[in-house]
T-cell receptor, first 111, second 112 residues
Framework: DAGVIQSPRHEVTEMGQEVTLRCKPI?????LFWYRQTMMRGLELLIY????????DSGMPEDRFSAKMPNASFSTLKIQPSEPRDSAVYFC?????????FGPGTRLLVL | GENVEQHPSTLSVQEGDSAVIKCTYS??????FPWYKQELGKRPQLIID?????GEKKDQRIAVTLNKTAKHFSLHITETQPEDSAVYFC???????????FGQGTRLTINP
């Protein structure tokens, strides 16, 4: 099993640019979670999906952030336009029951 | 909603000694409590979890205890080794809500 796959692993972009982060959950898992991790705020849940349907997006910071899950094998998190304060590590996780398995993360730096 | 408090934020122990990290939660409906270990630059990885119908669970040098009445749970690491150095996160989940709420993390350093 390949585990949760995320791409890109590192992203450096300039303020105002669009950023798209990608996630492939573990095959057979029905829930997918997007987290953001910073030193100041710790590990924050942004949004999660169950059976490809967004269930709770209360953690999405603002309208610049959007997430989609068009099928059971793929999800995207988009930031448009990006700002320096969006710099963080973004993790995707998936689960079948309670246990969540994290991907390797995308380290985003917005200059 | 659920709120999880974790203490201490940093912990330094001598190799071979024990380490204890404590968490409290606010939602009495929470029924699943995992602990994750995150090494520098790596992803959080589950090391042990406990459900609300159990008071204690042990896996080799790691144990977790749960006090539902007081709404707190603890991670115990015995015979600590340098490779135990990492950030540890507790979390709580209300099965109905499906999402985990994480504590702020504890940076554990094992001194040789």
């Amino acid at each position: 099993d390949a585990g949760v796959i995320q791409s890109p692993r590192h992203e450096v972009t300039e303020m105002g640019q669009e950023v798209t982060l990608r996630c492939k959950p573990i095959s057979g898992h029905n829930s997918l979670f997007w987290y953001r991790q910073t030193m100041m705020r710790g590990l924050e849940l942004l949004i999660y999906f169950n059976n490809n349907v967004p269930i709770d997006d209360s953690g999405m910071p603002e309208d610049r952030f959007s997430a989609k899950m068009p099928n059971a094998s793929f999800s995207t998190l988009k930031i448009q336009p990006s700002e320096p304060r969006d710099s963080a590590v973004y993790f995707c996780a998936s689960s079948l029951w309670e246990t969540q398995y994290f991907g390797p993360g995308t380290r985003l730096l917005v200059l | 909603g659920e709120n999880v408090e974790q203490h201490p934020s940093t912990l330094s122990v001598q190799e071979g000694d024990s380490a204890v990290i404590k968490c409290t939660y606010s939602d009495s409906a929470s029924n699943y409590f995992p602990w994750y270990k995150q090494e520098l630059g790596k992803r959080p990885q589950l090391i042990i979890d406990i459900r609300s119908n159990v008071g204690e669970k042990k896996d080799q040098r790691i144990a977790v205890t749960l006090n539902k009445t007081a709404k707190h749970f603890s991670l115990h690491i015995t015979e600590t080794q340098p490779e135990d150095s990492a950030v540890y996160f507790c979390a709580a989940q209300n099965q109905g809500a499906q999402k985990l709420v994480f504590g702020q993390g504890t940076r554990l350093t094992i001194n040789p």
